[in-house]
């Protein structure tokens, strides 16, 4: 069975500009979210999608948006980036997220310069 | 809102010897608990999974956890680290209330293993 994909896994983006992630889930998965990583704060919540539909949003500002389509697959994106965007965006899975038990992408790496 | 606490960012053991993480959580209502591990550039894995069925967790690799509600802890352990064992470990929590559907995390132990 395969696993979360997420793509790209590395980029490079300078400040201002536009980025967007894409996240395929492991198959039957209804539930994708989001989670961003960085040294100084940890792993925190972005967002979290069930059958297209936006269930949940951490606090972070409006920059950083997401959708799913209807095959599951989600996207993320965040708008004038800032150096502080400069994380691993995690994505996982989960028949529902409720359950906590959530499968992991390895992550797409955000320089931003 | 619910929160864990993980003390000690880094722990070294010796090949052999005993592991133990420490997680305290706060939580206003009997809190679903985890562990996930994080293998260098790599995402989370799920470890074990507190749900009030049991206070002794057992999950991969050989880690247990045991929740203990009187000192608000979910500590994971390991009889004897292996080497494989290096990674970082975070604790986490389930947002409390209907419709949360996300995880609060610790800020991670990383476990160094000494041959």
């Known amino acids: 069975k395969a696993g979360v994909t997420q793509t790209p896994r590395y980029l490079i983006k300078t400040r201002g500009q536009q980025v967007t992630l894409s996240c395929s889930p492991i198959s039957g998965h209804r539930s994708v979210s989001w989670y961003q990583q960085t040294p100084g704060q940890g792993l925190q919540f972005l967002f979290e999608?069930?059958?297209?539909?936006?269930?949940n949003k951490g606090n972070f500002p409006g920059r950083f948006s997401g959708r799913q389509f209807s095959n599951s697959r989600s996207e993320m994106n965040v708008s004038t980036l800032e150096l502080g965007d400069s994380a691993l965006y995690l994505c996982?899975?989960?028949?529902?997220?409720?359950?906590?038990?959530?499968?992991f992408g390895e992550g797409s790496r955000l320089t931003v310069l | 809102a619910q929160s864990v606490t993980q003390l000690g960012s880094h722990v070294s053991v010796s090949e052999g010897a005993l592991v133990l993480l420490r997680c305290n959580y706060s939580?206003?209502?009997?809190?679903?608990l985890f562990w996930y591990v994080q293998y260098p550039n790599q995402g989370l894995q799920l470890l074990l999974k507190y749900t009030s069925a049991a206070t002794l967790v057992k999950g991969i690799n050989g880690f247990e956890a045991e929740f203990k509600k009187s000192e608000t802890s979910f500590h994971l352990t390991k009889p004897s680290a292996h080497m494989s064992d290096a990674a970082e470990y975070f604790c986490?929590?389930?947002?409390?209330?209907?419709?949360?559907?996300?995880?609060?995390f610790g800020k991670g132990t990383k476990l160094s293993v000494i041959p």
């Open positions: 999608y069930f059958s297209e539909t936006q269930r």
């Open positions: 939580s206003s209502v009997p809190p679903y």
């Open positions: 986490a929590v389930m947002g409390s209330g209907a419709g949360s559907y996300q995880l609060t």
């Open positions: 996982a899975s989960g028949v529902d997220s409720y359950t906590g038990e959530l499968f």
